[in-house]
Protein backbone atom coordinates (compact mmCIF):
# COMPACT_ATOMS: atom_id res chain seq x y z
CA UNK A 1 0.00 0.00 0.00
CA UNK A 2 1.25 3.37 -0.93
CA UNK A 3 2.22 5.70 2.06
CA UNK A 4 -0.01 8.34 0.86
CA UNK A 5 -2.60 7.06 -1.58
CA UNK A 6 -3.34 9.35 -4.70
CA UNK A 7 -6.92 10.07 -3.39
CA UNK A 8 -8.12 12.32 -6.36
CA UNK A 9 -6.87 8.95 -8.56
CA UNK A 10 -8.81 6.71 -6.31
CA UNK A 11 -11.99 8.51 -6.29
CA UNK A 12 -12.20 9.09 -9.76
CA UNK A 13 -11.38 5.32 -10.62
CA UNK A 14 -14.45 4.43 -7.61
CA UNK A 15 -16.77 6.88 -9.90
CA UNK A 16 -16.01 5.42 -13.44
CA UNK A 17 -16.23 1.73 -12.40
CA UNK A 18 -19.58 2.63 -10.51
CA UNK A 19 -20.88 5.00 -13.08
CA UNK A 20 -22.51 2.60 -15.30
CA UNK A 21 -24.63 1.23 -11.84
CA UNK A 22 -25.83 5.08 -10.95
CA UNK A 23 -29.51 4.73 -9.83
CA UNK A 24 -29.29 0.95 -8.45
CA UNK A 25 -31.31 0.39 -5.09
CA UNK A 26 -34.43 1.92 -4.20
CA UNK A 27 -34.97 5.09 -3.02
CA UNK A 28 -36.27 5.32 0.41
CA UNK A 29 -39.99 6.09 -0.29
CA UNK A 30 -41.66 5.65 3.22
CA UNK A 31 -40.56 9.40 3.77
CA UNK A 32 -42.66 10.61 0.39
CA UNK A 33 -40.12 13.82 -0.09
CA UNK A 34 -37.26 11.52 0.17
CA UNK A 35 -38.49 9.10 -2.86
CA UNK A 36 -38.18 12.64 -5.10
CA UNK A 37 -34.59 12.51 -5.31
CA UNK A 38 -32.74 11.54 -8.25
CA UNK A 39 -31.35 8.52 -8.03
CA UNK A 40 -28.77 8.92 -10.36
CA UNK A 41 -27.31 10.94 -7.96
CA UNK A 42 -23.21 10.11 -6.82
CA UNK A 43 -20.98 12.07 -4.47
CA UNK A 44 -18.29 10.92 -2.43
CA UNK A 45 -15.61 13.61 -0.20
CA UNK A 46 -12.67 12.51 1.79
CA UNK A 47 -10.98 15.13 4.36
CA UNK A 48 -7.26 13.88 5.25
CA UNK A 49 -6.14 15.03 8.59
CA UNK A 50 -3.76 17.78 7.51
CA UNK A 51 -7.57 19.56 5.93
CA UNK A 52 -6.71 18.54 2.11
CA UNK A 53 -10.05 17.28 0.88
CA UNK A 54 -10.76 15.04 -2.25
CA UNK A 55 -14.08 14.93 -4.02
CA UNK A 56 -15.83 13.59 -6.84
CA UNK A 57 -19.13 13.57 -8.45
CA UNK A 58 -21.99 15.11 -6.55
CA UNK A 59 -20.32 15.93 -3.89
CA UNK A 60 -21.81 19.21 -3.09
CA UNK A 61 -25.61 18.26 -3.71
CA UNK A 62 -27.06 18.37 -0.47
CA UNK A 63 -29.08 15.53 0.71
CA UNK A 64 -31.20 14.40 3.78
CA UNK A 65 -28.30 13.48 6.25
CA UNK A 66 -31.37 11.15 7.92
CA UNK A 67 -29.57 8.48 10.43
CA UNK A 68 -26.42 9.74 10.13
CA UNK A 69 -27.50 12.79 12.53
CA UNK A 70 -27.92 9.42 15.27
CA UNK A 71 -24.18 10.44 16.01
CA UNK A 72 -24.22 13.73 16.63
CA UNK A 73 -27.04 13.30 18.51
CA UNK A 74 -25.47 10.94 20.31
CA UNK A 75 -22.14 13.06 20.59
CA UNK A 76 -23.93 15.99 22.12
CA UNK A 77 -26.18 13.52 24.52
CA UNK A 78 -22.57 12.14 26.21
CA UNK A 79 -21.66 15.69 26.24
CA UNK A 80 -24.45 16.55 28.17
CA UNK A 81 -24.94 13.59 30.23
CA UNK A 82 -21.67 11.58 30.27
CA UNK A 83 -21.86 8.04 30.47
CA UNK A 84 -25.38 8.42 32.74
CA UNK A 85 -26.67 7.98 28.65
CA UNK A 86 -26.26 4.04 28.37
CA UNK A 87 -28.54 3.76 31.39
CA UNK A 88 -30.95 4.67 28.22
CA UNK A 89 -29.75 2.72 25.68
CA UNK A 90 -27.59 -0.24 25.28
CA UNK A 91 -24.56 -0.42 23.23
CA UNK A 92 -25.12 -3.73 21.23
CA UNK A 93 -25.65 -4.22 17.77
CA UNK A 94 -29.37 -5.13 17.16
CA UNK A 95 -29.81 -7.57 14.70
CA UNK A 96 -33.07 -6.18 13.40
CA UNK A 97 -34.18 -3.65 11.30
CA UNK A 98 -33.19 0.50 11.73
CA UNK A 99 -37.13 0.79 12.56
CA UNK A 100 -37.82 -2.40 14.64
CA UNK A 101 -40.16 -2.82 17.86
CA UNK A 102 -39.67 -6.31 18.35
CA UNK A 103 -36.82 -5.85 21.08
CA UNK A 104 -38.00 -3.41 22.97
CA UNK A 105 -40.72 -5.27 24.93
CA UNK A 106 -38.33 -7.95 25.35
CA UNK A 107 -35.70 -5.48 27.02
CA UNK A 108 -38.32 -3.62 28.85
CA UNK A 109 -38.12 -0.21 26.70
CA UNK A 110 -34.52 0.28 26.42
CA UNK A 111 -33.81 0.04 22.88
CA UNK A 112 -30.21 -1.60 22.12
CA UNK A 113 -28.27 1.10 20.25
CA UNK A 114 -28.29 4.44 20.15
CA UNK A 115 -28.74 4.09 16.25
CA UNK A 116 -31.44 2.59 15.65
CA UNK A 117 -34.73 4.92 15.64
CA UNK A 118 -35.83 3.67 19.00
CA UNK A 119 -32.14 4.43 20.73
CA UNK A 120 -32.07 7.60 18.85
CA UNK A 121 -35.51 9.03 19.71
CA UNK A 122 -34.25 7.77 23.67
CA UNK A 123 -31.20 10.10 22.64
CA UNK A 124 -33.70 12.68 22.12
CA UNK A 125 -35.25 12.89 24.66
CA UNK A 126 -32.11 13.38 26.81
CA UNK A 127 -31.02 16.34 24.49
CA UNK A 128 -34.51 17.98 25.30
CA UNK A 129 -33.62 18.24 29.38
CA UNK A 130 -33.45 21.60 30.38
CA UNK A 131 -34.66 22.98 26.49
CA UNK A 132 -37.51 23.55 24.59
CA UNK A 133 -37.75 21.86 21.35
CA UNK A 134 -36.65 24.97 19.08
CA UNK A 135 -33.19 25.27 21.58
CA UNK A 136 -32.75 21.37 21.01
CA UNK A 137 -32.94 22.12 17.44
CA UNK A 138 -31.00 25.11 17.65
CA UNK A 139 -28.44 23.49 19.78
CA UNK A 140 -27.76 20.41 17.07
CA UNK A 141 -27.54 23.20 14.13
CA UNK A 142 -24.89 25.02 16.24
CA UNK A 143 -23.28 22.04 16.61
CA UNK A 144 -23.28 20.70 12.88
CA UNK A 145 -22.40 24.50 11.11
CA UNK A 146 -19.64 25.05 13.52
CA UNK A 147 -18.07 21.42 13.20
CA UNK A 148 -18.53 22.21 9.70
CA UNK A 149 -16.79 25.63 9.89
CA UNK A 150 -20.37 26.44 7.40
CA UNK A 151 -23.40 28.43 8.36
CA UNK A 152 -25.01 27.53 5.39
CA UNK A 153 -26.26 24.34 6.46
CA UNK A 154 -29.72 24.10 7.22
CA UNK A 155 -32.71 21.88 7.79
CA UNK A 156 -34.89 20.87 4.92
CA UNK A 157 -38.56 22.01 6.57
CA UNK A 158 -40.18 20.02 3.67
CA UNK A 159 -38.29 16.29 4.54
CA UNK A 160 -39.08 17.53 8.46
CA UNK A 161 -43.32 18.06 7.62
CA UNK A 162 -42.83 14.72 5.12
CA UNK A 163 -41.54 12.75 8.47
CA UNK A 164 -43.89 14.24 10.49
CA UNK A 165 -46.77 13.15 8.77
CA UNK A 166 -45.33 9.41 7.59
CA UNK A 167 -43.79 8.96 11.43
CA UNK A 168 -46.39 6.62 12.66
CA UNK A 169 -43.51 4.03 13.13
CA UNK A 170 -41.55 6.46 15.37
CA UNK A 171 -44.59 7.35 17.15
CA UNK A 172 -45.11 3.60 17.73
CA UNK A 173 -41.66 3.34 19.34
CA UNK A 174 -41.81 6.62 21.31
CA UNK A 175 -45.49 5.74 22.98
CA UNK A 176 -44.12 1.89 23.70
CA UNK A 177 -41.43 3.89 25.25
CA UNK A 178 -43.06 6.49 26.88
CA UNK A 179 -45.86 3.55 28.36
CA UNK A 180 -43.18 2.25 30.63
CA UNK A 181 -41.80 5.45 31.99
CA UNK A 182 -38.79 5.77 29.76
CA UNK A 183 -39.61 9.27 28.83
CA UNK A 184 -39.02 12.46 30.27
CA UNK A 185 -40.54 14.84 27.78
CA UNK A 186 -43.75 14.79 25.83
CA UNK A 187 -43.74 12.36 22.88
CA UNK A 188 -44.79 15.06 20.55
CA UNK A 189 -41.74 17.29 21.42
CA UNK A 190 -39.26 14.35 21.66
CA UNK A 191 -40.29 13.45 17.55
CA UNK A 192 -40.47 16.63 16.54
CA UNK A 193 -36.80 17.16 17.56
CA UNK A 194 -35.85 13.98 16.35
CA UNK A 195 -37.71 14.31 12.71
CA UNK A 196 -35.85 18.17 12.33
CA UNK A 197 -32.10 16.28 13.00
CA UNK A 198 -32.77 13.62 10.79
CA UNK A 199 -33.80 16.30 7.91
CA UNK A 200 -30.78 17.91 8.27
CA UNK A 201 -29.55 18.98 4.13
CA UNK A 202 -26.07 18.57 3.95
CA UNK A 203 -23.54 17.43 1.25
CA UNK A 204 -20.64 14.86 0.83
CA UNK A 205 -18.18 17.60 1.44
CA UNK A 206 -19.64 19.01 4.40
CA UNK A 207 -20.40 15.98 5.80
CA UNK A 208 -16.62 14.62 6.11
CA UNK A 209 -15.63 18.23 7.18
CA UNK A 210 -18.36 17.14 10.38
CA UNK A 211 -16.84 14.01 11.06
CA UNK A 212 -13.41 14.83 10.84
CA UNK A 213 -12.83 15.14 14.69
CA UNK A 214 -13.64 11.57 14.86
CA UNK A 215 -10.89 10.57 12.60
CA UNK A 216 -8.48 12.69 14.93
CA UNK A 217 -9.03 11.43 18.75
CA UNK A 218 -11.92 14.02 18.95
CA UNK A 219 -9.86 17.14 17.84
CA UNK A 220 -10.63 19.12 15.22
CA UNK A 221 -7.28 19.18 13.39
CA UNK A 222 -8.35 22.09 11.01
CA UNK A 223 -8.95 24.33 14.02
CA UNK A 224 -7.13 22.36 16.89
CA UNK A 225 -10.52 22.88 19.33
CA UNK A 226 -11.46 19.99 21.15
CA UNK A 227 -14.86 18.08 20.52
CA UNK A 228 -14.76 15.32 22.39
CA UNK A 229 -11.73 13.63 24.45
CA UNK A 230 -9.87 10.82 22.83
CA UNK A 231 -11.43 8.17 24.54
CA UNK A 232 -15.17 9.45 23.64
CA UNK A 233 -14.60 9.76 19.99
CA UNK A 234 -12.97 6.18 20.34
CA UNK A 235 -16.16 4.76 21.64
CA UNK A 236 -18.40 6.61 19.30
CA UNK A 237 -16.28 5.07 16.81
CA UNK A 238 -16.87 1.63 18.40
CA UNK A 239 -20.58 2.09 18.26
CA UNK A 240 -20.64 2.77 14.95
CA UNK A 241 -18.59 -0.02 13.63
CA UNK A 242 -21.20 -2.04 15.56
CA UNK A 243 -23.97 -0.77 15.07
CA UNK A 244 -24.06 1.73 12.36
CA UNK A 245 -25.50 -0.17 9.60
CA UNK A 246 -28.40 -1.76 11.18
CA UNK A 247 -28.80 -5.62 11.17
CA UNK A 248 -25.94 -5.44 7.76
CA UNK A 249 -23.16 -3.64 10.14
CA UNK A 250 -21.09 -6.79 10.64
CA UNK A 251 -21.09 -7.31 6.39
CA UNK A 252 -20.15 -3.79 6.59
CA UNK A 253 -17.10 -3.94 9.08
CA UNK A 254 -16.28 -7.24 7.58
CA UNK A 255 -16.15 -5.67 3.54
CA UNK A 256 -15.11 -1.86 4.28
CA UNK A 257 -13.48 -2.47 7.94
CA UNK A 258 -13.81 1.40 9.05
CA UNK A 259 -16.56 2.49 11.62
CA UNK A 260 -19.48 3.83 9.60
CA UNK A 261 -22.60 5.16 10.22
CA UNK A 262 -25.65 5.66 7.20
CA UNK A 263 -29.00 6.90 6.05
CA UNK A 264 -31.86 6.31 4.54
CA UNK A 265 -31.23 9.48 2.21
CA UNK A 266 -28.63 7.30 0.92
CA UNK A 267 -25.67 9.14 2.33
CA UNK A 268 -22.49 7.13 4.67
CA UNK A 269 -20.12 8.31 6.96
CA UNK A 270 -17.18 6.97 7.33
CA UNK A 271 -13.96 7.22 9.86
CA UNK A 272 -10.69 6.28 9.23
CA UNK A 273 -9.42 6.87 12.60
CA UNK A 274 -5.67 8.91 11.87
CA UNK A 275 -6.36 9.36 8.70
CA UNK A 276 -9.53 10.84 6.89
CA UNK A 277 -13.30 11.41 7.60
CA UNK A 278 -15.11 10.29 4.34
CA UNK A 279 -18.41 10.72 3.15
CA UNK A 280 -20.26 9.19 0.30
CA UNK A 281 -23.99 9.98 -1.20
CA UNK A 282 -26.05 7.31 -3.80
CA UNK A 283 -29.80 7.65 -2.97
CA UNK A 284 -30.13 3.75 -3.79
CA UNK A 285 -30.69 1.72 -0.98
CA UNK A 286 -30.41 -2.27 -0.20
CA UNK A 287 -32.34 -4.30 1.45
CA UNK A 288 -31.37 -3.07 5.00
CA UNK A 289 -32.29 0.86 4.01
CA UNK A 290 -27.38 1.19 3.42
CA UNK A 291 -26.76 3.28 0.63
CA UNK A 292 -25.92 0.25 -2.05
CA UNK A 293 -22.98 1.78 -4.02
CA UNK A 294 -22.43 3.98 -1.08
CA UNK A 295 -20.85 1.04 0.84
CA UNK A 296 -19.50 -0.20 -1.97
CA UNK A 297 -17.72 2.79 -3.09
CA UNK A 298 -16.48 2.95 0.92
CA UNK A 299 -15.28 -0.92 0.07
CA UNK A 300 -13.36 0.16 -2.79
CA UNK A 301 -11.85 3.10 -1.40
CA UNK A 302 -10.79 1.01 1.71
CA UNK A 303 -9.57 -1.42 -0.79
CA UNK A 304 -7.30 1.31 -2.37
CA UNK A 305 -5.93 2.59 0.15
CA UNK A 306 -5.81 0.07 2.63
CA UNK A 307 -7.52 2.02 5.28
CA UNK A 308 -8.68 -0.84 8.02
CA UNK A 309 -9.32 -0.53 11.71
CA UNK A 310 -8.04 -4.14 12.08
O1 LIG B 1 -36.85 7.91 11.47
C1 LIG B 1 -36.62 7.49 10.34
O2 LIG B 1 -37.11 6.47 9.91
C2 LIG B 1 -35.68 8.29 9.49
N1 LIG B 1 -35.76 9.68 9.81
C3 LIG B 1 -34.25 7.84 9.67
C4 LIG B 1 -34.03 6.39 9.35
C5 LIG B 1 -32.72 6.10 8.74
O3 LIG B 1 -32.03 6.93 8.21
C6 LIG B 1 -32.31 4.67 8.74
N2 LIG B 1 -31.08 4.55 8.00
N3 LIG B 1 -30.56 3.84 7.30
Not at 76 to 102: D, Q, T, Y
Not at 104 to 118: C, G, K
Not at 123 to 147: C, K, N, Q, W, Y
Not at 273 to 291: D, H, K, T
Request: proline share 5%.
Amino acid sequence: MPERPDLDHILREIHETLAPRFGEGAVADYIPQLARVDPRGFGMAVITLDGDTHVVGDADTAFSIQSISKVLMLTLALGKHGEAVWSRVGREPSGSAFNSIVQLEYEHAVPRNPFINAGAIAITDLLLAGHTPREAIGEMMRFVRSLAEDESIAIDQAVARSEQATGDRNRALAYFMHSYGQMRHPVDHVLGVYFHHCAIAISCRQLARVGLFLANNGRDPVTGGSIVSPSRARRINAVMLTCGHYDQSGDFAYRVGLPGKSGVGGGILAIAPGRAAVAVWSPGLNAFGNSLLGSLALEMLARRTGWSVF
